[in-house]
């Protein structure tokens, strides 16, 4: 079978307003950064003048474009995607997708370019560097001083990760100082957790991990790519946001000073408006363009080099690609919904070896209570996959073991471990609960949840 992997770019137009920005050629975690612009920009979603408050950002559906009824749902699924800003793992779906094989995701690359216009670029070089193939993985950054890109996937041979060799090109992504996996992150986001400096690194880290896909799996973690990456298959679908994508525009949300928790602060709502040019951001499925593309218009606040407001957004997808527009609303909150926690944490945490661990999970079955589901607790480890059994032990096993079978119930809180990590090997872990909409024995994870955590010395 013959896949095509096109790219969704993004590109910035220009105006001739005085404040307003060039075009740069370089993109990095946030758009507008690198090319003729400072490599430290922040770039804020619209409406963003530097004082802290509630920004909505209207969307819309031009009422012109080809497709505008069958864009409803699955627009409206991506603002609620973001709206929730709920970090995921195994996002990066083919089986267990409803998207056909020869199709690609409408849901998906919309997501994708929402983030656009909402200030975030490609945290990897993409088709906008100009190099080919596997080349546009390598984490974003500008040329440096010897105006080529540096490239030496290092001794892993996996392109984006930390031994990457990048001379002296300048990073422009943004990463978890002294942590640098894009797969989890820290309680504040701001910049005394965030940095573009190489000297923030871990020691013997040689240059700041992007997102990827093959990245992922050098964490123990099931195929997850951020949303920002650029690329996408026919007959997947990445419709949940991965860590980075949330700590990226939450790293914008602590203002200007860079600083969570002070009056400069915002929040961030996408509006849906329906089928209306009259909205800050209008998706369109028009001629313009290869796979899709947000083109923004950007206003520096309050003159400040550093940070920059997008005005407005228009993103355009080619009408000869065989979309498929998913017609499932999906609700605020998953039905059932299914949870893990790590130390009380809903999404990852840092262990020192010798602290303690402790794992809970919880479930709320709503309509579907009574429902009959396999249960099931996956633990991705530097040791191999591991499953719970219906003992309450990890099990190691290629063949997925399910922890019971039977009714979906209500359970407000279950420990299923909680015991030191001094005998723990030290690395990444990644924990999943699933349960399933049927009893059958096979690992099917309809309703899900992971966290994820690092053991260190
Ligand atoms: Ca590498
Ligand atoms: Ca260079
Ligand atoms: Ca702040
Ligand atoms: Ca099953």
Redesign the pocket.
């Known amino acids: 079978m013959h896949f095509n992997r096109l790219y969704p770019i993004h590109a910035i137009s220009l105006t001739l307003m005085a404040l307003l920005l060039v075009a740069p050629t370089a993109a990095g975690v946030f758009e507008f950064a690198g090319g003729t612009n400072s490599v430290d920009v922040i770039t804020h979603p619209t409406g963003y003048d530097g004082t802290g408050r509630k920004l909505i950002v209207t969307v819309g559906i031009s009422p012109a474009s080809a497709h505008a009824g069958d864009m409803e749902i699955p627009v409206q699924n991506a603002i609620n995607t973001w709206n929730r800003l709920v970090p995921t793992i195994a996002n990066v779906m083919t089986t267990g997708s409803n998207v056909p094989s020869d199709h690609f995701d409408f849901e998906s690359v919309a997501l994708h370019e929402l983030g656009h216009c909402m200030g975030l670029a490609h945290p990897n070089l993409a088709s906008e560097s100009g190099l080919a193939g596997s080349d546009k993985n390598y984490t974003a950054a500008t ?8 490239l030496d996937r290092g001794a892993d041979g996996i392109i984006g990760s930390s031994d990457d060799i990048r ?3 300048v990073n422009l992504h943004w990463f978890f100082k002294g942590v640098n996996n894009p797969f989890l992150l820290p309680e504040v986001i701001d910049k005394t957790t965030y940095s573009r400096d190489l000297n923030d690194l871990p020691a013997g880290h040689r240059y700041a991990v992007n997102g990827d896909r093959d990245v992922s799996k050098l964490f123990n973690i099931e195929k997850t790519e951020v949303v920002m990456q650029q690329g996408i298959q026919a007959g997947e679908s990445q419709r949940a946001l991965a860590a980075d994508d949330v700590a990226t525009l939450r790293l914008g949300m602590s203002g200007v000073d860079m600083i969570a928790g002070t009056p400069d602060d915002y929040t961030v709502e996408l509006q849906y408006l329906g089928i209306t040019e009259n909205a800050h951001i209008v998706l369109a499925l028009d001629d313009k363009v290869d796979l899709s593309v947000c083109k923004i218009v950007g206003n520096h606040i309050n003159n400040d080099e550093n940070h920059i407001a997008i005005q407005s957004g228009e993103i355009s997808f080619n009408p000869g690609i065989l979309w498929f527009f998913n017609q499932e609303l999906t609700v605020a909150q998953s039905i059932p919904y299914v949870a893990i926690s790590v130390n009380d944490r809903a999404d990852s945490t840092l262990l020192r070896q010798g602290d303690n661990l402790v794992l809970r999970v919880a479930l709320d079955p709503g309509v579907r209570n009574g429902n009959l589901a396999d249960y099931w607790v996956k633990a991705m480890t530097p040791m191999g996959t591991f499953w719970l059994n219906d003992q309450l032990q990890f099990i190691a096993s290629d063949t997925p073991i399910s922890v019971y079978g039977g009714a979906l119930m209500n359970i407000p809180s279950f420990t299923f471990f909680d015991s030191t990590t001094q005998d723990l090997p030290l690395g990444t872990y990644s924990v999943t609960f699933a349960v399933d909409d049927n009893r059958d024995q096979i690992y099917n994870a309809t309703f899900k949840h992971a966290v994820i955590f690092t053991i260190s010395p």
């Not at 040329?143 to 540096?150: A, E, K, L, P, T």
């Open positions: 040329r440096g001083d010897n105006n080529v890109f540096d001379g002296d090109d």
